[in-house]
């Protein structure tokens, strides 16, 4: 830990479909960002069939680690926290990548628990909402993982880490890139057994708002309000309209005509079935989304730990 308060942090997310690097200074408790960097990598794309990231894959993600490094490795230790989610949990070769991960960043790079992977999501909503007494039901649909956490205020309740994503899901069920209904239901049915575990500890809860994170659940609102299907967030029965035009677009080429951006059109259908997985098991209606997500709850985190204080201030 550096010996004074620096005066720059960084958060480095080695997510399951992109790398993200988010640069800030820490101003009384708050943060402004003054730099954002990503890279759409798909890791949890480049599996061979023994749970080992493939060369190419590796190459891609070490040449991103590279181009952010050039911009933190001046920042001391400890202002900089890096961490890998689902698909380097998963992978077998890790360690190897990640020892040239750390070499091309300048900086350590931890392998965080989907336990953790929940703690931090939820760190990082929590700090961009309106402080109040709600009890919230918050879920992040990243590449590898889907992370369900219950909390008031800055306090996280039930945490959980799925292994379902976007990407893993769109490689399983639409790896040609068709799209029909039967493909559609088999990825919701899917998507449910997930979340039928977790079914009752949540419903008993009593959650009171849903808010969606990253990049699934903004893709999804975004598009829901671009075609007028929902407004201020995602609702249930706009997700009903959005699965039938794409059902009707019949491939992710076709993705555009409904306003879904080119890099996210490969990953889609993957996490809109587990959007209206999560709506159907969970018994969503409507559900907000939150612009802040892991990379913040990395940056409050660090903030916290550097600062010697609790991160619910």
Known sequence: MPKS????????D???NSFHLVVAHPQDGHLKVVD????VIRLAAGFDDQNRLNEDVCAHALRCLTRFGQRIRHLPAGAVRAVGTNALRKARNAGS?????????????????GYEEARLIYLGVSHGLQDDAELRLVIDIGGGSTEVITGRRFEPEIMESLHIGSVSMSVAQFRDGAIDARRMRAAEIIARQEFEPIEEAISQAGWQSAIGASGTMESVAAVLAQNGWAKDGITRDGLLRLRGAMIAAGHVDRLGDIGVPAERRAIFPGGVAIVLGAFEELRI???RVSDSALR??????LMGRIEHEGVGY
């Open 5 to 12: 308060n620096p005066a720059t942090i960084a958060a480095v």
């Open 14 to 16: 080695l997510g399951s």
């Open 36 to 39: 954002r960097l990503r890279d």
């Open 97 to 113: 990548f990640i020892e040239r991960a750390e070499a091309a960043l300048g900086h350590p790079i931890d392998i965080v628990s």
């Open 285 to 287: 209606e409507r559900m």
């Open 296 to 301: 913040e709850g990395l940056l409050y985190d």
